[in-house]
Structure formats: structure tokens, C-alpha cells
């Protein structure tokens, strides 16, 4: 059985204002066609008899959100690891790692962000099976999405040949870049064997511990220090502040999977999507027919290609193509759909004038 490992650490800021530092967007039914958070879809995906219970790992702060909302989904996690400070995804992953191999270093590890949408959870599971095979056998599978943009945001997989033992539908990678500059990007969908890296992993625990030992030996270092001084209870094991602190801070792709020769991909076509920004709900939501995603009280007078959102009072939008606009009880975002990554530089503006 596979354990999933669900990272939920990050801050969402470029959904302000419905995201907040307190309450991120993982915690939120930005997309929930049943009113679900992004965090309990993620976890609901990993469900059945091939996944055991989920291994949580997130922010103390937002410890009892995430013991709240996996409560009304009906998931009995195996344990919430708390990180007294955020040390990025690879620190994250060493943590849950060592746990977990503390009682089998065979035992497989999904690792999953809790901010994705995917619409083909068969298609998904389907390849969890497919890369389990080659976890087995040592790889630290990737799981590629094929590339429509050239984005910077995202890593970048170079698919080789079939994986050695002949697995279908897992490749070798020949290459992974992580957020490439957008030039180098654009070369790569030009030659069309790169896909997108999709941002979830699954290997052995031992593997990703090996991987540690050979490229980040502070970073396990750390994490084992941090698990052996944590404090335990039946759901929380809140990770040493001050050994946990001490680890470098970098996230999975640059720390190992850039450097790693056992990395494999398996391609996977499941309508998966990052949801970063306001204009990435846009591109995966039903449009009408003048190109527009409306939500709550909204009129729209000649407006094109645009996603408004409309809560506590009604909003009007007249005679503007590409906008996004979303209003909360106690704030109102107004940008171009092209800027809308721009909203990090708001949130970061509004952290420092406090
Ligand atoms: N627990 C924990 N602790 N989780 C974290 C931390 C942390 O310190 N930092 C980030 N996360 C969580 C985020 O909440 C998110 O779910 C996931 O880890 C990935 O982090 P991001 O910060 O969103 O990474 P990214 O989007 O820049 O890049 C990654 O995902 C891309 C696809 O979405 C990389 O894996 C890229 O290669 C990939 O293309
Ligand atoms: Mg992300």
C-alpha cells in the first residue's frame, strides 16, 4: 500500500483577498464542485484500498484547521506532522520520510500538494499504479503533464527512454529543470520531449532518505534531530523548533530531483491543473458565451474573457475584456487577467504596511 503525503504549507497569496496568511487557499472550495477544500479533494483522491492512511504535513498554526477539515471529510489521518517553521517542501518530505521508515523503509510515499485540481482521479490513480511498480524498484517517480505554455513557473522533465525492467508507461528522465527562465522554456516545447513536472512524487521512503543522504545530508540530519526531540500525541507530532530550524530551506525539485539519477516520469493526461492565480481558475472553469466565469451576484454589461466574483454585494463590470475582479466582506481585487500573478507583490506590499 502507498502512503499519501500531503503537503499543505503554503500561503496562497495570489488568490488575495479569498486566500489569507491565516486561512490559505488549500482550505478553501475555490474549485470544490461539492464544496470540498482543495486539501480534502487532495485527499480524497488518495483514498481506496491501494492508499493507507494519509500522513499530513503543514504549519502548526493551521494545525486545527487541517484536523477539522479532515474530520468532516471522513479521513482518519495517520499522523499531522506540525513544522514549528516552514523549511520549503523538501525538509517537509524528509520529515514525513523519516517517519515513516522508522517502521518500514520500504513503505511508499505519494506525495501530493494540497493545492491542485484534478479532474481525472482515474486517470490519476491509474498512474499511481503504473509508477508504484518503478517506486518499488528504487525510482523517484515524477508523474508529467504535457505543456501548452512556456511557463517559468513550473520544472521541467526531459522524458528519455523506457525506464530499465520495462514498465509500461514509465520513462527514464534525462534531464529535470526546475522553473526554467521563459526563453529556455519556449526551446523545450519547441523540441516536444518535455513535460510539465506536476508537482507530485512517489517514491520509497528509503529512496527519498538515500537520495537525502548522497545531496542534502544537513537537510536529513535535521529532520531526524527534529522527529527525535518532536512532541507526540495521538494526531499532532509537532517537529523540534530549534532542530527543525536548522535545516536548509529548499524546496524538493532543486534540493534532489534536479540532482538525482533515479528519477523517472510517468506521463499522465488527468486534467490537472495549478490553481496559483485568479486567471488559472478562469482557463479551467465553464465559460459563457462571451468568454466570461461569473460566481455570486454579478452583472455584466458588453465584458469579455473576464472571471468576477461577486460576494456581500452585488458587482457590475461594463465594457472591459480580460479583467478579474473579486470582492470579499472586507476587500476588492480589480486586475488585468494577464497581471494576475501581480497579486503576490499586493499581499507582499500589505504584510509590510502591516
Ligand atoms: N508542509 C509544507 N511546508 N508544505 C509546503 C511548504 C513547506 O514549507 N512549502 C510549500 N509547501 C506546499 C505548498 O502548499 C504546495 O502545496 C506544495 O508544497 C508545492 O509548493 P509550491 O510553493 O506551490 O511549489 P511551486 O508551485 O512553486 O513548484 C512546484 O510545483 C509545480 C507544479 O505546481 C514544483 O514541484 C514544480 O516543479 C512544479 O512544476
Ligand atoms: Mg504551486
Given at each position: 500500500?502507498i502512503t499519501p503525503v500531503i503537503l499543505s504549507g503554503g500561503?496562497?497569496?495570489?488568490?488575495?483577498?479569498?486566500?489569507?496568511?491565516?486561512?490559505p487557499?488549500q482550505f478553501?472550495?475555490?474549485?470544490?464542485?461539492?464544496?470540498?477544500s482543495m486539501l480534502q479533494e487532495t485527499a480524497l483522491r488518495a483514498q481506496?484500498?491501494?492508499f493507507a492512511a494519509p500522513l499530513l504535513v503543514c504549519n502548526e498554526e493551521h494545525r486545527f484547521i487541517v484536523a477539522e477539515q479532515l474530520r468532516e471529510a471522513a479521513i482518519e489521518p495517520r499522523a499531522i506532522i506540525l513544522e514549528p517553521?516552514a523549511?520549503?517542501t523538501?525538509p517537509a518530505v524528509a520529515a514525513a520520510a523519516?517517519k515513516l521508515?522508522?517502521?518500514?523503509?520500504?513503505?511508499?510515499m505519494l506525495v501530493m500538494p494540497s493545492d491542485?485540481?484534478?479532474?481525472?482521479?482515474?486517470?490519476?490513480?491509474?498512474?499511481?499504479?503504473?509508477?508504484?511498480?518503478?517506486?518499488?524498484?528504487?525510482?523517484?517517480?515524477?508523474?508529467?503533464?504535457?505543456?501548452?505554455?512556456?511557463?517559468?513557473?513550473?520544472?521541467?522533465?526531459?522524458?528519455?527512454?523506457?525506464?530499465?525492467?520495462?514498465?509500461?508507461?514509465?520513462?527514464?528522465?534525462?534531464?529535470?529543470?526546475?522553473?526554467?527562465?521563459?526563453?529556455?522554456?519556449?526551446?523545450?516545447?519547441?523540441?516536444?520531449?518535455?513535460?510539465?513536472?506536476?508537482?507530485i512524487?512517489?517514491?520509497?521512503?528509503?529512496?527519498?532518505?538515500?537520495?537525502?543522504?548522497?545531496?542534502?545530508?544537513?537537510?536529513?540530519?535535521?529532520?531526524?534531530?527534529?522527529l527525535?526531540?518532536a512532541?507526540e500525541d495521538l494526531t499532532f507530532c509537532r517537529l523540534?523548533?530549534?532542530?527543525?530550524?536548522?535545516?536548509?530551506?529548499?524546496?524538493?525539485?532543486?534540493?534532489?530531483?534536479?540532482?538525482?539519477?533515479?528519477?523517472?516520469?510517468?506521463?499522465?493526461?488527468?486534467?490537472?491543473?495549478?490553481?496559483?492565480?485568479?486567471?488559472?481558475?478562469?482557463?479551467?472553469?465553464?465559460?459563457?458565451?462571451?468568454?466570461?466565469?461569473?460566481?455570486?451576484?454579478?452583472?455584466?454589461?458588453?465584458?469579455?474573457?473576464?472571471?468576477?466574483?461577486?460576494?456581500?454585494?452585488?458587482?457590475?463590470?461594463?465594457?472591459?475584456?480580460?479583467?478579474?475582479?473579486?470582492?470579499?466582506?472586507?476587500?476588492?481585487?480589480?486586475?488585468?487577467?494577464?497581471?494576475?500573478?501581480?497579486?503576490?507583490?499586493?499581499?507582499?506590499?500589505?504584510?509590510?504596511?502591516?
Open positions: 500500500v500561503s496562497g497569496s495570489r488568490l488575495w483577498p479569498m486566500s489569507r496568511a491565516g486561512y487557499k478553501l472550495a475555490i474549485h470544490g464542485r461539492n464544496g470540498s481506496g484500498e491501494a517553521v523549511r520549503n523538501a523519516v521508515a522508522h517502521h518500514a523503509p520500504d513503505a511508499l491542485h485540481v484534478i479532474l481525472d482521479v482515474s486517470a490519476f490513480q491509474e498512474a499511481v499504479a503504473k509508477a508504484a511498480k518503478a517506486a518499488e524498484k528504487g525510482a523517484l517517480v515524477t508523474f508529467g503533464i504535457t505543456p501548452n505554455a512556456p511557463t517559468s513557473g513550473y520544472g521541467y522533465i526531459q522524458r528519455g527512454s523506457l525506464w530499465p525492467g520495462n514498465l509500461p508507461g514509465v520513462y527514464e528522465v534525462t534531464r529535470f529543470i526546475e522553473k526554467p527562465d521563459e526563453a529556455t522554456a519556449r526551446r523545450y516545447l519547441e523540441t516536444g520531449d518535455y513535460a510539465w513536472n506536476s508537482g512524487f512517489l517514491f520509497s521512503a528509503g529512496s527519498y532518505i538515500e537520495a537525502l543522504e548522497k545531496f542534502q545530508p544537513d537537510m536529513l540530519s535535521a529532520a531526524r534531530a527534529a527525535e526531540n512532541e523540534d523548533e530549534e532542530a527543525f530550524a536548522a535545516s536548509p530551506s529548499d524546496s524538493i525539485d532543486y534540493a534532489v530531483m534536479e540532482h538525482t539519477d533515479q528519477a523517472a516520469v510517468v506521463p499522465v493526461d488527468m486534467g490537472w491543473s495549478d490553481l496559483g492565480a485568479w486567471s488559472a481558475l478562469w482557463e479551467i472553469e465553464e465559460k459563457d458565451a462571451q468568454g466570461n466565469v461569473t460566481r455570486g451576484d454579478v452583472l455584466l454589461q458588453d465584458t469579455r474573457n473576464s472571471f468576477v466574483q461577486a460576494d456581500h454585494a452585488m458587482v457590475a463590470v461594463a465594457g472591459l475584456e480580460d479583467v478579474v475582479v473579486v470582492t470579499t466582506d472586507d476587500a476588492v481585487l480589480v486586475t488585468s487577467r494577464h497581471r494576475a500573478q501581480d497579486v503576490k507583490q499586493i499581499v507582499d506590499k500589505l504584510k509590510h504596511e502591516g
